[in-house]
């Protein structure tokens, strides 16, 4: 029988697929649903229909699975933030686990790869270090600051609460709004490039208790540094920042956008420590605009995770590539011989560099630009190679360079597993052998999925 759209249809979800949604069989079809968990049996009404898959609106659900949980956050249905919220979080580990297995047996080729137990978080709530949330007008004549409801680029919706960060991110926002409401101040317009507000970043020191907080503007002039001070720093339910930032976004068709940050209040830097050991600790200085791992505890797990896989002695020359501000290679200096990190960002690399300088590292170099063009021109041979790529992963280029390199290990972390099981396939097609698979739960409550891998050298 034909399908067609807009027909509804019943089954049973199955699992979870990559991506979050739910999936079951519909006339021997994959079918897709949005806010479904594995065992739930729902009506939905079909709104894509293609050879190989359908996708369905849920309509009912019918008889809910024993997996599914009430939602803890009040703007679980409207917030494209945590979309995994209605499943208890042990199976959101077993599902992120599974996806890894998956991923690397159906795209990599691995029979039974070597998938560790996932490593989920003691605590799933206030675990971000940093959100930003954006203003908007949403379409009325009165300034809103949220977050985006799910599908929507400019509009927000009013937060209350919020469990990622910290629990007086609700007040905050609320009264940062509230200041933007009586100062009468717009937010920025993308499409007339008019208007003030834009964003407004919370970044957090989990290890040190530090708070930055960054007003990001248009072109326009900010007038009220002080009102603004005085409403962050006079406030006994919010707690006060360490610093404050004013930072102009400036963005004009056909010239370069362009970022002006003004420390207006307390330090230049938010200082985060992240800890190898009891004993041992890191210390990092993290500018408004610097990548960070966005869960400074399991950050520290994913971290020990690569130095126990790549067992660094001090025999070893260790390349970090993609290194960022530096965290991963900084984590090894102090038992490697030497530590060669490359970034593309150059902001990141002289932050890497800053933050060998801030913990005593004298073992450790940085270059920026890219990872294959830097490495291609070396002659040293490290004999640990990590590598931590953006989604997309290694391709095949980097992939067969890193085989004529020829590392007696390389240890891959990554936040994709469909590309991580593409590259992972190249390497181990000869030279090298898939020893230990460590997925990590950095963010709770979300489909992403971080994974750190040890190859061996055959
Ligand atoms: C997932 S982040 C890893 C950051 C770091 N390892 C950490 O844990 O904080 C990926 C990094 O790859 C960098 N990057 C992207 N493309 C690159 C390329 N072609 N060569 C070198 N670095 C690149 C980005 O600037 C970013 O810092």
């Not at 979800?13 to 897709?32: D, L, N, P, Q, R």
């Not at 806010?35 to 729902?42: L, S």
């Not at 009264?175 to 007339?192: C, G, I, P, S």
């Not at 979300?446 to 055959?458: A, F, G, M, P």
Request: hydrophobic share 35%; net charge positive; charged share 25%.
């Amino acid at each position: 029988m034909q399908l067609k759209k807009g027909e509804s249809i019943q089954i049973e979800i199955t699992k979870i697929a990559f991506g979050g949604a739910g999936m079951g069989h519909h006339e021997e079809k994959v079918v897709f649903v949005e806010n479904t968990v594995p065992g739930d049996k729902i009506s939905a009404t079909l709104t894509k229909i293609k050879p190989n898959f359908l996708e369905a609106k849920l309509e009912e659900i019918i008889k809910p699975s024993s997996k599914r949980i009430a939602p803890k956050c009040a703007h679980f249905n409207e917030c494209g933030g945590c979309s995994l919220q209605y499943l208890d979080y042990k199976e959101q580990l077993n599902f992120k686990e599974s996806q890894v297995t998956e991923a690397l047996e159906h795209i990599g080729g691995f029979k039974n790869p070597p998938v560790e137990k996932i490593i989920g978080c003691e605590n799933p709530w206030f675990y971000r270090n940093k959100m930003e949330f954006s203003f908007s007008m949403n379409q009325t004549d009165q300034i809103f600051l949220g977050l985006h409801p799910k599908g929507y680029r400019y509009d927000v919706f009013e937060l209350k609460e919020c469990y990622l960060e910290s629990n007086d991110i609700g007040i905050l926002v609320g009264l940062v709004q509230k200041f933007a409401r009586e100062k009468n101040l717009k937010a920025y317009d993308y499409k007339t490039n008019t208007g003030l507000l834009r964003t407004l970043t919370v970044r957090e020191g989990k290890r040190t208790g530090e708070r930055l907080i960054n007003l990001v503007t248009s072109h326009e002039e900010f007038q009220y540094e002080k009102a603004f001070i005085e409403l962050l720093t006079e406030n006994d339910d919010i707690k006060k920042p360490t610093s404050i930032y004013i930072t102009k976004h400036i963005a004009k068709k056909g010239d370069k956008t362009a970022f002006k940050a003004k420390n207006i209040f307390g330090k230049p830097a938010l200082t985060e420590e992240l800890h190898i050991n009891t004993k041992k600790k890191l210390s990092f200085d993290i500018l408004p605009d610097a990548f960070f791992q966005p869960n400074t505890l399991q950050a520290e797990l994913l971290y020990n995770q690569v130095l126990a896989l790549g067992k660094v002695t001090k025999r070893d020359t260790v390349y970090d590539l993609f290194c960022g501000t530096g965290t991963i290679g900084l984590f090894c200096a102090h038992k490697a011989k030497s530590v060669f990190g490359v970034d593309i960002n150059k902001n990141a690399i002289e932050n890497a560099e800053q933050n060998a300088k801030l913990n005593e590292v004298t073992n450790a170099s940085y270059q920026a630009g890219d990872a294959f063009e830097i490495i291609k021109n070396r002659e040293d041979k490290p004999n640990i190679i990590i590598v931590d790529p953006p989604r997309n992963g290694l391709g095949d280029i980097l992939c067969k360079h890193l085989l004529e390199i020829g590392a007696k290990k390389i240890v891959y972390v990554s936040c994709n597993p469909a590309t991580l099981s593409r590259d992972l396939k190249i390497l181990c097609e000869n030279k090298y052998k898939l020893t230990v698979v460590q997925p990590v739960d950095m963010v709770p409550h979300t489909y992403h999925i971080e994974t750190v891998c040890k190859l061996d050298r055959l």
